[in-house]
């Protein structure tokens, strides 16, 4: 029995297996001989397809424990069926979640320069502490158009999803709330992207762009208790 590597997610598209390794900072999409040997061991009915060696000496499969049932399989996520209403700048928002959502943002665009992924993904998993007002007195989704607000101070060239997302998973935790940070991708050409939802409502993107990508990883953090 196999299962992936703990940094390894993958996802198919359109018959194309996408690997994102997080230990490498890389996306990928697997040769098409290993490609079709991968999609048999899949689809198999035969426990005699073996896993293809390429998968196994570039450590994005690993053996199983006696223990594990093992796990090869896609990421999946709900697709998101409705987003946030149209940004109004006139709607007013308090100061110390302005203050605490700017801080947020300008710390995410520093750290994702000069940190590795694996290790964004893993503080952002890990941030389950903070201070602010409790989630049962504000909705996820009024605390997300606040923070869309302020966003929008920042020069359209500032504007990158990844840092952003992470800002506002890393900002609606603190606040109490869960949320879902997925990355997607598309091939043909190949692109790469990041969001923010809760369910199936999308927190900082919209509908018609999100669907073109098919979700490779996703990372859910956990409600702050308060």
């Known amino acids: 029995m196999w299962r992936l590597a703990n940094h390894v997610s993958f996802c198919w598209v359109d018959g194309q297996a996408v690997f994102l390794d997080l230990s490498r900072d890389r996306y ?7 490609n079709r040997a991968f999609q048999q061991w899949n689809d198999q009915d035969d426990a005699r397809i073996a896993m293809p060696e390429a998968l196994i000496k ?22 998101p ?14 100061i110390t979640r302005a203050v605490e959502a700017v801080w947020t943002l300008v710390r995410m665009r520093r750290q994702v320069r000069r940190t590795p ?46 840092p952003d997302s992470l800002a506002l998973s890393m900002f609606l935790n603190r606040y109490g709330h869960a949320a879902t940070l997925a990355f997607g991708v598309t091939v043909h050409p190949f692109g790469a992207h990041c969001w923010v939802q809760t369910g199936t409502t999308l927190l900082n993107d919209t509908l018609d762009h999100v669907v073109r990508y098919t979700p490779i990883l996703v990372t859910c953090l956990a409600a702050t208790s308060r």
């Open 28 to 34: 990928f999409a697997l040769p098409r001989s290993v």
């Open 58 to 79: 570039n450590a994005l499969v690993v053996p199983a424990r006696q223990d594990d049932p093992g796990n090869v399989q896609p990421c999946t996520l709900p697709a």
């Open 81 to 94: 069926t409705e987003a946030l209403p149209l940004l109004d700048l006139r709607d007013r928002f308090r």
């Open 117 to 162: 992924l694996q290790k964004l993904v893993v503080e952002v998993s890990r941030c389950n502490t903070g201070s602010g007002q409790s989630a049962s007195r504000i909705s996820v989704t009024d605390l997300a158009m606040e923070f869309a607000r302020i966003r929008a101070w920042f020069p359209k060239h500032q504007t990158s999803c990844l």
